[in-house]
């Protein structure tokens, strides 16, 4: 028999083992939950293609459900993919939401399988995850990255990120935090990373910007990205996965063709528009900048050459403009470069060689029926911002020096500028124009008048067009506007202020309103975007939502709002008063929805109208005919002459 001595000491032995065994099985647990180790701690593994997605669920997750959606659609198009030849890795989080608070990183089986409840956001079914993390920071984006480069390798990698997109303004907002990732942000993790995957790509808006793509030159190959505001539904991950599931060795040039068609084939939301560029050639790009913008910085001490380069910017075609705003976040570098080689002298050669290179650099593009034309690539528009604003964004939104001082120099003489074209009358409803610089733009104003208060309220603008004279003359109206109707309730309109924006190849016409739209007491602050079809009468309306940051700068979302039944819709316009000289943004009307909401012309109901000419440079200032007065009664249309305001 054993002395007590030595069975104690056994005894303690077994306790102790027992103990240490516990306390190991429980950190394998907790490691096996929260991320997976790797095999050996050395190598890599390695697959044909990685698809790593940063998904900043932000509102778009927390109130439409959008990242999950796009997460099935992944898992619809892979199926049961070959291991080892696809990897799919998705970091989310970044949304008011449960599951969605940091960031967690899931693999694609893991995915699949926190999917089962038809709901993403399983911590436990991942491989990592901490609730602490901001998304919006480049420490989060910095573990992203880490984590995935540590246990994957591939020989074609894609990063995508996915959330809002601001252009030079940033990406990925985390709803969390409030914070944003900007350009500077996403360049130092990829330099402290040395992580450099084979496509970068941003399933989010405004990200086809010459800054955006600039910064990100040296670390990456080719470039995904859109120039306008993408639809919430964004990428076609279905379709696209499905392609590179079936061969993921594949060329990505190939798979990236197939994501730019599939999205903008994809029915629903308009104007969309998607292209690929080639990384290395974006620095060539910018430096060709630096010689163009010398030009103009001199084309420039001339009025009639600040003019014209004005002009340039308003005639290109703009991505994210405000209703009633001359400016944009971005306007098409093609087409922008286009117009100054045509109407600014010393423009030619610098212009020349840079469109020679964005036709190299824009290896595919695309843009649909509502986008009046676009070539791949856009750059900051200066007539969306002011100069205070520019020196704010600072480093995100330099390009080369000669370019920046080009910039600097026309926001300041913008921010100055007063002159305004003149309209003179040379008869009876008829106008000429003097505009020494051949630069300003001619409109169509649409009014309703208020005796009571010499109120006068805008409903609209459209384009005036000269005779083969250049004499200008106002047409005939016939008391007719725009309204919003619900389609199952006759009686239900709202009043809309409606401004012209752009008009494409196909004759469509696109024009922008401010709306508030009201769904179970909350409400957004909307921009109402309209294409019409002259020819055939046929609309298409897009809700957007946006928000103004704490510098004043408008955030359009990629999230679209459908109006459905018992949300309430307000429309708004400007309001002038001559007397005081100031203007506000009032209510036009409201409805509340029973159907769906559809765009009809209707006559205005009885009052006081006028219509009238008005010429611009685009910079706030302006002239402005007399007002041709119109009154309706009982739904017919007198004109009275000239209305004395």
Known sequence: MMPTWELEIVMRYIRDFIVIFAVLLSALLVVSATETPIIGNETPSHTKSLVMIYMVGSDLESEDGAGTDNIKQINEGVGDIVPGDLQIVVGYGGANKTGWKGMTIASYDQLKKDLQNEVIGDESISSFSDPSIDMGSPVGLKTFIDWVSKRYSADHTYLIFWDHGGGYGGFGSDENSGNMLSLANIASVFNETQFKPEVIGFDACLMSELEVAATLSPYGTYFIGSEEIEPGSGWEYAKWMKVLAQNPSQNPINVSRIIVDTFVDAPGDSGRTLSVLDLELMPDIANKLEDLGASLTQVMKDTTGFRLIGKAYRNSTKFAQEPGNNGGTSVDLSLLVQYLMSHVSGAE?????????????????????????????????????????????????????????????????????????????????????????????????????????????????????ADTEGTYSIPEWDGTWFYLKDSSASDKYALLGMFYEDSTDDGIEEYSSKVNVTHDGLQDNVYLYSYIDPETGKTDLEFRPYTIDSTGEVLISRATIIPARGDKIDTYSELFNPDSNESDWINLGNMTVEGTVELVPSILPDGIYATGLYADYGNGYGSVTDLQKIEINDGQVTRDGSLTI
Do not use: C
């Open 349 to 465: 050669k610098a212009g020349s060689s840079i469109n020679e290179s964005i036709n190299k650099a824009v290896l595919y593009e695309r843009h649909d029926k509502y986008i009046s034309d676009a070539r791949g690539l856009s750059i900051m528009d200066p007539q969306g911002t002011s100069h205070d604003q520019y020196l704010e964004d600072g480093v995100n939104v330099k390009v080369t020096p000669g370019w920046d001082s080009f910039i600097t120099d026309f926001l300041l003489k913008q921010s100055t500028d007063n002159e305004k074209p003149e309209l003179n009358s040379t008869g009876v409803n008829s106008y000429e124009l003097t505009d020494p610089s051949g630069t300003a733009s001619v409109w169509v104003e649409y009014f309703a008048y208020d005796p009571q208060t010499n109120d006068l309220i805008a409903l609209g603008e459209t384009p005036a067009v």
